[in-house]
């Protein structure tokens, strides 16, 4: 094992004769490998950029300003307290040296030595080899990205309510939602929610209802991971809403003044991209193959190619059911694939052979506005009220921490008791830019700074 | 009047034959003065750089990580939404024109004409002549300076858990905060609350107990607004919860290493600072006497020497009661004077002569720890638990928005219930700048670029 030089390993890990397991990641797939080696003889660190775990599947309801940042979130090492051999530590990681065994943090000040390394990073959004869209058009992964969408959500109001020109403010008002996954079938279902109801009457200079919503996707369908039928519903169902759903629509351009799609120009101040994902770059430095979204192609036992001690896990992997279907980037399958590879490796210490990972389906949802869902459950579709208290359900129970359960709670039922939105809060200095910059969000030529 | 050549009179407000009423400031003051206007027959423009109502009085229990953010504020537009003579705009005010009766916003590129003016742009925090200790000790007067507050602890906790050095680790656990008023006694008694139990377990190299909390005070006691006698119950009730209080000290020196405090050199990572207020520099613009603390120093009425139609409230108003004492800058004598001034502009539209504002004394209240205060009510002192408890009373009772109610009484009892902290989270590009300057918060030579 190579020597590690370093203030992490020397002092926050204390060492023993214990095997060393580094998980990279404290989302589902990491904090599931790192729960299933509980009572493993090994010490465990877990390594993440953020302080805190996320339940990412309600994330887009921060961004329409509905529930908290802190609702969604715990505190990872909150989460991992009473697991004694797991310190968390609060690094980003730069590189991987799988030949030497050892990983590199933060900008390559300290190296850190494992014996065994789980990779749970992830994946962010992806631009189609234009990466320059990311600055007009912000994807949904984390909870900066949240608060980011929610100020430009929030910010478009605010910078219609001052607009002068006509023009000025429908683009103000125009909301773009680039693909028709369930991420950007969601963030186009809530918007119309909010609009109508929460933002009613606040405003002197246009009613807030008048906002416009689109949902742009390029395939002949919305939800292509669903069944036909259920995109027809969910497709209905928005459209009921008022939002403009457009199918095999393709995208050619994202600039400061809106998209073009299919030739047409859309002008519009606020657009979100839920189209495409790629994997985080980590993964392209273990020397194995991956696939087109950079996904490592793991072995059966989640393991790379190559290196038997190191595991790739969610949405960095790229896997396969039974069938030979490629296994989905949601969570319930990076927690199946954490807790393989946590038991694979506490197999592996006691001299058993690994198992392959295999991927349990519990079913598909999508929610479309306040009291609409699709869902494939035990592979039977359900749309409507009840598919959506199922997902109401399920999302409660998956959520992480007692108190962020109670507090959900709290604001959903408040939500629908008043249909007011509690959570319609702007910070951070780069509020003031964004709403100089003509009201534009995002337009790379804001300028001034905020006043004292 | 002036003519507004701009876009936001032009538009965002409709111009018609009534008198228009500008108000800068969102905080209780301002309000307090479009809602004393509901009735009269102006149109009232209320500007404020940020989009939400602050509960100022709660803002240390957001930078402990106890509240959410949100919980302490809401939307000025949805307050004010069922007063259909009220336009809420976000914008920031630059400069005053009082002699053409306008203002400038966002840089110079609006101005907008008023028939009266009600300045409530509160104060911030003051520095002795020292703006460059703001870098390192940040003070506590807005929901980002909160924000930021809350980052620096929580991550003086993650560094300690990577720091290799006993030294170091001890610099990051010490907590100075300068300045013994209610601020200050607030945010020293709530430390060792969350450092003793909500952290409780979660790190392996160290006990967060171990923390250690100093509150500096330049004068002979803390909370000098108070009786002696509740000022030494206080200090008494700050040492029981194991916070090193020194009075009669005199901070020299605030850098990245920590303060010299009367010659002393204490190692700390992380200072707050709860000294002083110096009044928004919007007050000094109106050619009018100021105090030392930048205060604007009115009529009777609350109007400006020399500018009968424009009223300054709250923390930028130099105000005395009955005996000659000042009014102190607190949330009722805000509203108090916020009523005031909107109720003289009323009474100025139908001819009847403008009255003196008289400021009734509700009471003071500061709070240590978790069940432990010190009031002064109608006149009498009190302390201990039921202090406490009719401080808890009151700011409910206050705290603007039913739903923020019902949150804030629920993170509290489950805080009470489980010694839990729910809204620690740690948000914002900096963090990871804060995190590598070895574990420097506001460290000067921090350095390195957010990893993607």
Not at 136 to 141: D, E, I, M, N, V
Not at 144 to 166: G, K, P, T, V, W
Not at 181 to 186: L, S
Not at 187 to 192: E, R
Request: proline share 6%; aromatic share 6%.
């Amino acid at each position: 094992m190579a020597p590690a030089p370093a203030a992490v390993t020397s002092a926050a890990v204390p060492i023993d004769g214990r095997p060393h397991v580094v998980i990279v990641g404290g989302g589902f797939g990491g904090v599931a490998a790192a729960r299933a080696l509980a009572k493993a003889p090994v010490r465990i660190t877990l390594i993440d950029r953020t302080n805190h775990h996320l339940f990412q599947p309600l994330l887009y309801q921060v961004a329409t300003a509905v529930l908290h940042p802190a609702d969604i979130s715990v505190p990872i090492r909150w989460l991992l307290r009473k697991q004694a051999n797991v310190t968390v530590i609060m690094a980003s990681v730069d590189t991987i040296d799988a030949d030497h065994n050892t990983i590199a943090l933060d900008g390559g000040t300290t190296t850190l030595a494992y014996d065994w390394l789980v990779l749970a990073t992830g994946a962010r959004h992806a631009y189609f080899g234009h990466p320059e869209w990311e600055h007009f058009a912000p994807g949904l992964k984390s909870l900066d990205d949240a608060i980011d969408m929610r100020q430009r959500f929030l910010l478009s109001f605010e910078a219609a309510e001052r607009a002068s020109a006509a023009a000025e403010r429908d683009a103000l008002l125009t909301f773009v939602i680039v693909g028709g996954g369930p991420t950007g079938v969601e963030l186009a279902g809530m918007i119309p929610e909010v609009t109508k109801h929460a933002l009613s009457g606040e405003f002197r200079r246009f009613d807030p209802a008048q906002a416009r919503v689109l949902l742009l996707e390029g395939g002949p369908r919305v939800l292509p991971a669903f069944p036909e039928a259920l995109s027809a519903r969910a497709q209905r169902d928005l459209a009921s809403l008022g939002v403009e759903v457009r199918t095999n629509c393709v995208v050619t351009a994202v600039d400061a003044d809106g998209v073009i799609a299919n030739g047409e120009r859309i002008a519009a101040h606020t657009v979100f991209w839920g189209a495409g994902n790629q994997a985080s770059p980590l993964g392209r430095q273990l020397g194995a193959p991956v696939d087109r979204a950079g996904r490592v192609q793991v072995q059966p036992d989640l393991t790379v190619p190559g290196h038997a001690n190191v595991f790739v896990v969610g949405d960095m992997a790229a896997t396969f059911t039974t069938d030979g279907a490629p296994v989905p980037g949601v969570a319930p399958a990076a927690v199946q694939m954490g807790t393989r590879a946590g038991r694979n490796i506490a197999r592996a210490l006691t001299g058993e052979p690994s198992e392959p990972f295999r991927y349990r389906n519990k079913g598909d949802l999508a929610t479309i506005g306040r009291h609409r869902a699709v869902a494939v459950l035990a592979g039977r579709p359900l749309a409507g009220a009840f598919a959506w208290l199922t997902w109401l359900f399920v999302h409660l129970l998956y959520l992480a921490g007692g108190r962020n359960r109670v507090s959900v709670i709290v604001q959903w039922a408040w939500q629908y008791l008043t249909f007011q939105r509690g959570a319609r809060l702007i910070t951070g200095d780069t509020a003031h830019r964004l709403l100089r910059g003509r009201g534009t969000p995002g337009s790379p030529d804001a300028r001034g700074q905020r006043a004292a």
